[in-house]
């Protein structure tokens, strides 16, 4: 792709650019003017991925305002690119011959070391195929530098047939272009926009009924947005908004969000979302079946008690839920068989949390947990081993609220186990039985062996003896505690030697 130098009039603030030679180095204008100390006029480009030199100040003089320290720098208009039309880019991208250059790079290295020229396959058949615009389907401009759609009406023309289109990782900004790229573009399904830093400007789009998938990843729009999106795109099945910083939905009308009669996925992944209140503003969407919520901020969750129906997947991987009513809450969601809370403190031992087993047992339907399937035997087990903390702890309830009877509480009681030395070199010792901490940790309990037993020079392996299974678990973690590795009140752990 060839960048001709633009002159420095063509540049204003708030364009989006990107290094000449270097379509992946993307920015935004900041400043336009002279620089004291320098001759000419430099362009002042706040950079996406933060490697610049400076703040926006230099000498001690403030030009503009970078997002980081250093992520800003002054560069001179031939440096930059203001980018090329969607038709350029695909003429770059499906009908340009290889250069030389490229295919002196396709070898191999034969045995004497020298290098074999490799031709592909097919290659001039393929790239006829591709070359032939009224046959794509599927078009990939990803970091093509592509800032607007061209001539208006020459897409429609010589692309008709486009179903899915990658426009992500480009100098897009405007709504009004993506909407004249889109109404070009009849057949058109499926839209990547993500890593194209949209303008706040609040402008609405053409109705577009033939779009179902929107990906907006790390576009910096808000629910404003969002919204002026559902009125156009009024047969959208998925969306994705990952990585915006939305803390917040906003309906306009109303205090729930109304439309998105199609809407199927939301991907709300990797945002600033802390309250479940904000979801609970997602309730009557009747249609949605995915929800993904990982990596936002919530502290709980409820299942709706405003007559609402969730029928909906719900994923909260990675954030910062840590009570037991929010997991047993999950039981009232009634098509949820897939459940994913890794990387939350109730998940969490060293947090306070509870091992696997107890949530198997408060989860009645799930199938998989944490990506990991529930076999018929291990949910069997999980409840037999959570029946048996019940019964010590006196919890009647199948589903004991947080507080007196959360985690804490459970761990802070005391369980009987019987210690069974079996190593060969032990000698002959009689059992024991203990009282110990249920926040014991494996690692020390072996400790307490090496005393109870007096096996101070041995290094010492634990297991579980379980009563019907075949064969001892071995206790491999020493920072889990007996409470995480399922060991109940009047448990068997057999003290053997590491070989």
């Known amino acids: ?233 009024t047969t959208i099945e998925e969306l994705h908004i990952m990585g915006n910083n939305i803390s917040r939905i906003l309906p306009v009308s109303s205090s729930m969000v109304q439309g998105f009669g199609s809407l199927r996925l939301l991907n709300l992944e990797d945002n600033c979302i802390a309250e479940w209140n904000e979801i609970m503003k997602l309730s009557q969407l009747r249609c949605l079946e995915q929800l993904y919520l990982n990596k936002n901020c919530l502290g709980s969750l409820f299942y709706p008690d405003n007559g609402s129906q969730y029928e909906m997947e719900v994923m909260c991987c990675d954030n910062n839920i840590s009570d037991l009513a929010s997991v047993d809450s999950l039981n009232l969601f009634p098509n949820l068989v897939d459940v994913r809370l890794s990387g939350n403190p109730v998940t969490d031992s060293t947090r306070g949390g509870v091992p696997r087993y107890v949530l198997i047992a408060r989860l009645a339907k799930i199938q998989i947990l944490n990506g990991s399937e529930v076999t018929p035997r291990e949910r069997k087990e999980s409840e037999i081993r959570f029946s048996e903390l019940k019964n010590f702890y006196g919890i009647e309830d199948e589903r004991p609220s947080i507080g007196a009877l959360g985690p804490q509480a459970i761990s802070s009681g005391f369980l009987s186990i019987t210690l069974k030395c079996v190593g060969a070199s032990m000698g002959e010792k009689p059992p024991l039985t203990k009282k110990l901490p249920a926040t014991t940790t494996v690692g020390k309990l072996k400790f307490l062996c090496e005393s109870f037993f007096k096996l101070k020079s041995m290094k010492l392996k634990l297991f579980l003896q379980e009563e019907g299974s075949p064969l001892p678990l071995l206790l491999d973690n020493d920072v889990s505690s007996l409470m995480d590795v399922g060991i109940g009140n009047d448990s068997i752990i057999l003290v053997d030697e590491e070989s």
Not at 64 to 90: D, P, T, Y
Not at 189 to 202: G, V
Request: charged share 25%; glycine share 8%; net charge negative.
């Open 1 to 233: 792709m060839q960048d001709s130098p633009k002159s420095t009039h063509e540049f204003w603030v708030g364009q989006r650019v990107h290094a000449s030679g270097d379509s992946r180095r993307i920015g935004t204008v900041k400043y336009v003017g002279p620089v004291e100390g320098y001759s000419g006029t430099w362009i002042g480009v706040d950079w996406d991925n933060g490697e610049g030199k400076h703040n926006g100040s230099i000498n001690d003089v403030r030009y503009f305002h970078a997002k980081s320290e250093r992520s800003g720098s002054f560069v001179r208009a031939q440096n930059l690119s203001q980018g090329i039309s969607l038709l350029e880019a695909l003429e770059s991208r499906y009908r340009s011959d290889t250069t030389k250059d490229e295919e002196d790079e396709m070898y191999v290295l034969s045995t004497s070391n020298k290098r074999v020229s490799v031709e592909l396959l097919g290659k001039n058949k393929i790239q006829d195929k591709l070359s032939r615009f009224e046959e794509l389907t599927s078009v990939s401009l990803a970091y093509m530098g592509v800032s607007s759609p061209g001539i208006p009406c020459h897409i429609d023309t010589r692309v008709p047939n486009i179903k899915e289109l990658d426009l992500s990782g480009n100098l897009l900004s405007e709504w009004k272009d993506v909407g004249s790229i889109c109404e070009q573009l009849p057949a058109l399904r499926t839209l990547n926009l993500s890593n194209n830093l949209m303008s706040r400007y609040k402008s609405e789009l053409p109705l577009l009924k033939s779009i179902r998938v929107v990906v907006l990843n790390n576009t910096g729009i808000d629910w404003e947005q969002v919204e002026l999106l559902r009125q156009a795109l």
